[in-house]
């Protein structure tokens, strides 16, 4: 299907902060069709627990597609139990290689606490500078806001809720309605 007869999914803002020994994901409920919010309430931050290790991860994109890739990241997840940068890199040469997965459009932030990543589509498995990372249409503004508060808040939470709050005011994508998760290292 053409972009021209299809307005396309739009909308998320995802963002992770590590900061004083625990890492926080905090997600907008937004889903947009085009010009039309879909749904406002939607939860885009799972806590996965595959073989009794925490994994936070955060979601931007399609929602099927999402789904399918968390399930890919827990099956690695239990077959590399603690090894999260190895599932993730797993995941990732698969999501590159595989001719199903390629078409998969979706972002991830994942985390155990300790390891802070974004996966990607390219086969990129990224550890964010800064402690920081955010994904979606509301990414940057994320970003950006929590960079600005870094270093004046000592409280991961709170960066991760005000960066949100401030990405649902400039981006027309991402609604106030928040799903926080907290994951200690």
């Given at each position: 299907?053409?972009?021209?007869?299809?307005p396309g999914w739009?909308?998320?803002?995802?963002?992770?902060?590590?900061?004083?020994?625990?890492?926080?994901?905090?997600?907008?409920?937004?889903?947009?069709?085009?010009?039309?919010?879909?749904?406002?309430?939607?939860?885009?931050?799972?806590?996965?627990?595959?073989?009794?290790?925490?994994?936070?991860?955060?979601?931007?994109?399609?929602?099927?597609?999402?789904?399918?890739?968390?399930?890919?990241?827990?099956?690695?997840?239990?077959?590399?139990?603690?090894?999260?940068?190895?599932?993730?890199?797993?995941?990732?040469?698969?999501?590159?290689?595989?001719?199903?997965?390629?078409?998969?459009?979706?972002?991830?932030?994942?985390?155990?606490?300790?390891?802070?990543?974004?996966?990607?589509?390219?086969?990129?498995?990224?550890?964010?500078?800064?402690?920081?990372?955010?994904?979606?249409?509301?990414?940057?503004?994320?970003?950006?806001?929590?960079?600005?508060?870094?270093?004046?808040?000592d409280d991961a939470?709170?960066?991760?809720?005000?960066?949100?709050?401030?990405?649902?005011?400039?981006?027309?994508?991402?609604?106030?309605?928040?799903?926080?998760?907290?994951?200690?290292?």
């Amino acid at each position: 299907m053409s972009d021209q007869n299809f307005p396309g999914w739009h909308g998320t803002t995802i963002v992770g902060v590590r900061k004083g020994g625990k890492v926080v994901v905090a997600g907008d409920g937004q889903v947009s069709l085009g010009q039309t919010v879909i749904k406002g309430s939607a939860r885009k931050v799972r806590r996965l627990s595959p073989g009794g290790h925490e994994v936070v991860c955060g979601f931007a994109g399609s929602t099927a597609d999402a789904f399918t890739l968390l399930e890919r990241l827990e099956a690695k997840l239990e077959a590399t139990p603690g090894q999260l940068q190895r599932a993730c890199v797993e995941l990732a040469k698969d999501w590159r290689t595989d001719k199903y997965l390629q078409k998969l459009e979706a972002m991830l932030i994942v985390t155990d606490g300790a390891e802070l990543y974004v996966i990607t589509g390219a086969g990129d498995v990224l550890e964010p500078e800064n402690d920081i990372a955010a994904i979606g249409s509301g990414g940057n503004y994320a970003l950006a806001a929590a960079r600005g508060m870094y270093d004046f808040e000592d409280d991961a939470e709170v960066i991760a809720r005000k960066a949100l709050e401030i990405a649902a005011e400039i981006c027309v994508y991402t609604n106030g309605n928040m799903t926080v998760e907290v994951i200690h290292g």
